[in-house]
């Protein structure tokens, strides 16, 4: 199984700064890589898949980079609603398809 | 509209049975692999099945292998997880997921879950 780890658990940043968000995998997952974002209460959205492509919808103030085993998600000019927990997930060793711990992005 | 409208969850015993519905529309139902995904209470996501657009392959987590089944009726355009010799680590909210039409895809629509609680 390919094990997903995030980092960091926590971000704190100020509103209008960027945030980077880390993904890293047990082994190579190429470019198999999606991004999610869940709020509060709320299912999760698909922001990023094929580790850069945004998602129908998706502002371009997300942005992903990476292949391999070492993943990006950068989140600039942060604005209220996009403090959330934010997920990596690999689909491209399945089954099973697996999940990063999630990084929980707050308000600084 | 793309939609997915999960149902069917609810309180049960350890050891019981429950089946949850997802309910598509929007898109054509019968092209997509479709997926279950959960989330313990305050925790991570975890991707538990998923079947192909025919309905003839499936994959589990080894987490649930033997115990869920997952299932498709193309005619109600429903997707169904079977859940059988539940435990109290099956507690959770379960979404159901559209992805593409082939497996190893992001889910890129998901439902608003259904809370499963197993407990006596």
């Known amino acids: 199984e390919t094990v997903m780890t995030q980092s960091p658990a926590t971000l704190s940043v100020s509103p209008g700064e960027r945030a980077t968000l880390s993904c890293r995998a047990s082994?190579?997952?190429?470019?198999?890589l999606a991004w999610y974002q869940q709020k509060p209460g709320q299912a999760p959205r698909l922001l990023i898949y094929?580790?850069?492509t945004r998602a129908t919808g998706v502002p371009a103030k997300f942005s992903g980079s990476g292949s391999g085993t070492e993943f990006t998600l950068t989140i600039s000019s942060l604005q209220s609603e996009d403090f959330a927990v934010y997920y990596c997930q690999q689909y491209n060793n399945w089954p099973p398809y697996t999940f990063g711990q999630g990084t929980k992005l707050e308000i600084k | 509209e793309v939609q997915l409208v999960e149902s069917g969850g609810g309180l049960v015993q350890p050891g019981g049975s429950l089946r949850l519905s997802c309910a598509a529309s929007?898109?054509?139902?019968?092209?997509?692999?479709m997926t279950w995904v959960r989330q313990a209470p305050g925790k991570g996501l975890e991707w538990v099945s998923g079947?192909?657009?025919?309905?003839?392959?499936?994959h589990y987590a080894d987490s649930v292998k033997g115990r869920f089944t997952i299932s498709r009726d193309k005619s109600k355009n429903t997707l169904y997880l079977q859940m059988n010799s539940l435990r109290a680590e099956d507690t959770a909210v379960y979404y159901c997921?559209?992805?593409?039409?082939?497996?190893?895809?992001?889910?890129?629509?998901w439902g608003q879950g259904t809370m499963v609680t197993v407990s006596s």
């Open positions: 082994q190579s997952v190429s470019s198999n």
């Open positions: 997921a559209k992805e593409g039409i082939w497996f190893g895809s992001a889910s890129d629509i």
């Open positions: 094929g580790a850069s």
């Open positions: 079947i192909s657009g025919s309905g003839g392959t499936a």
């Open positions: 929007g898109f054509s139902f019968n092209s997509y692999v």
